[in-house]
């Protein structure tokens, strides 16, 4: 895996990485939200979006860092990236890490 570019600014908040299977993913971090997107045409176009969230506190819990800092979630975000195979298995991991952070999953005892 190589990290490919990494921006932490007032301007711009993303990275974006090329894994071993070649394939480029990118964190990018907004006020509001975090996209991870699977990239095409060399690292240019995005293709689609692997995970999405909005929940800063939630993605806090999930990479076990500040919700506050921006900073700290894209390098916690980009960590997970880096240590992927895939862009499938980067949304994998994400999707399970969403599934046990999130503040309204069901327990074994929910019925509905």
């Known amino acids: 895996m190589e990290l490919v570019k990494y921006m932490a600014s007032s301007l711009a908040c993303f990275s974006r990485v090329r ?11 907004a006020a509001e939200s975090i996209r991870v997107v699977r990239m095409k045409w060399g690292g240019i176009v995005p293709a689609e979006t692997l995970w999405e969230g909005f929940d800063r506190v939630q993605m806090g819990l999930m ?9 700290a979630l894209l ?9 992927s195979t895939s862009a499938a298995h ?3 991991q994400l999707d399970a890490l969403d599934a046990e ?3 309204w999953r069901r327990t074994a005892g929910d019925r509905g």
């Open 90 to 92: 980067v949304k994998a």
């Open 75 to 83: 390098d916690g975000f980009t960590g997970l990236v880096m240590l």
């Open 19 to 29: 894994l071993v299977n070649d394939e480029q993913v990118m964190v990018s971090v």
């Open 63 to 71: 990479l076990r860092c500040s919700h506050e800092d921006a900073v």
């Open 101 to 103: 952070t999130r503040p």
